[in-house]
């Protein structure tokens, strides 16, 4: 209902049921709440539910995302991340597979292509109930995987860390992200930045870690992990990928095969991407970067929205200025865009405004520089 109120005219209305939720404060309210925080197609609710997780979190002396690692349903799945089905005479056993879609195995491992309906030997209340569970926990999943996708993604993107306690007990140990986390190769860095010791690893099946040769790697209770990005692979990408290759790993979204972008000799000392600026694309490829953590510019004259931009690490924002701009509630009016200029602000409505490009793209750490020219190159 919170999410529809505001199509109905019940702005207001919604706002009050975000509050409800926060006071409520289960595990089960607050990961609605942050769900509604992710995804909800009135720009304002999604906003002041962002405001409501941040506020909760800072109660629990967390910051959001940390909130929302501690907010992911177990599902009541067993620790090694599995569900038995119950009918009696036979038994079931649910996994899930790289997009965290649930799949039933029988007790000799084959998989199946669906969970059987009762049967007549089949015992009268075990067998039904079980049915109805595993149909209720396609559903319930469902709904939390594309979230947990999107995260680690963006995580990947963002070289966000975890303590290695956070990682061991919150990813690796979590009976439903753990799927997701051994399809991914991870790093674990000792030491301050400059010179710390970083280490390639990925969470096999058991539960142990291990390095591109498949030798056990300890991790310390000091290190941090993050998600590996290709640029941190660079001489070790190929192994991974035969090692993946070998014992046919699919990965959740592109890591190892993701195409790793640099700027040419000399390109965006200036703040601008020039090799980018002038083209004219389709409203709805724009349109598509809102999927890929980018923001549209807030309306102006007669509803013309005359940029979108993103957020980069460190407080900066990449913008690209349109021509004519998006016309809200009307996308398909204006139905071409001319990209007019593509630069770095430290506020996106100051390259609109004319306030010039801030800094250069050299400043920037190589991961971002790969991702926002694949933004750009899948753009235009």
Do not use: N
């Amino acid at each position: 209902m919170i999410r529809a109120w505001p199509g109905d005219g019940g702005h207001a209305k919604a706002v009050t049921g975000l509050d409800v939720l926060a006071a409520i404060g289960t595990d089960v309210a607050l990961a609605h709440l942050h769900g509604i925080a992710q995804r909800v197609k009135f720009k304002a609710l999604r906003a002041r539910a962002q405001e409501k997780i941040e506020e909760v979190a800072a109660g629990l002396e967390l910051t959001a995302e940390q909130l929302a690692d501690r907010l992911v349903p177990d599902f009541g799945l067993d620790a090694d991340g599995t569900l038995t089905l119950d009918y009696g005479p036979r038994r079931f056993v649910v996994g899930f597979d790289e997009q965290l879609k649930p799949f039933v195995a029988d007790e000799g491992g084959a998989r199946r292509k669906a969970l059987p309906k009762p049967g007549a030997k089949d015992d009268p209340e075990l067998a039904p109930a079980a049915y109805k569970a595993f149909s209720a926990l396609k559903k319930d999943v469902r709904t939390v995987a594309a979230d947990q996708l999107r995260r680690l993604e963006a995580a990947m993107v963002a070289r966000r860390r975890w303590s290695a306690r956070e990682f061991r007990e919150l990813l690796a140990g979590h009976p439903l992200v753990r799927h997701l986390v051994r399809r991914l190769v991870w790093l674990a860095s000792e030491g301050e930045e400059a010179d710390a010791r970083t280490t390639a690893f990925r969470v096999a099946e058991d539960g142990t870690f291990a390095d591109v040769d498949d030798e056990a790697v300890t991790i310390a209770d000091t290190a941090r992990v993050r998600v590996a990005h290709p640029v941190d692979l660079d001489g070790s990408l190929a192994a991974w990928s035969e090692v993946f290759a070998d014992y046919e790993i699919l990965q959740p979204f592109p890591q190892l095969g993701r195409p790793v972008h640099t700027l040419a000799e000399g390109e965006g000392q200036g703040g601008r991407l020039e090799r980018f600026e002038g083209l004219t694309v389709p409203v709805g490829k724009v349109l598509g970067l809102t999927s890929r953590g980018w923001d549209r510019g807030a309306p102006q004259d007669a509803g013309i929205e005359p940029f979108i931009s993103r957020r980069l690490p460190g407080g900066r924002y990449i913008v690209i200025d349109l021509d004519p701009g998006i016309a809200v509630g009307a996308v398909d009016a204006l139905p071409d865009q001319r990209l007019d200029a593509v630069g770095l602000a430290s506020r996106p409505e100051l390259s609109w405004l004319g306030g010039g490009a801030t800094g250069s793209f050299a400043d920037l750490d190589p991961v971002t520089v790969s991702e926002i020219i694949a933004d750009l190159t899948t753009l235009t």
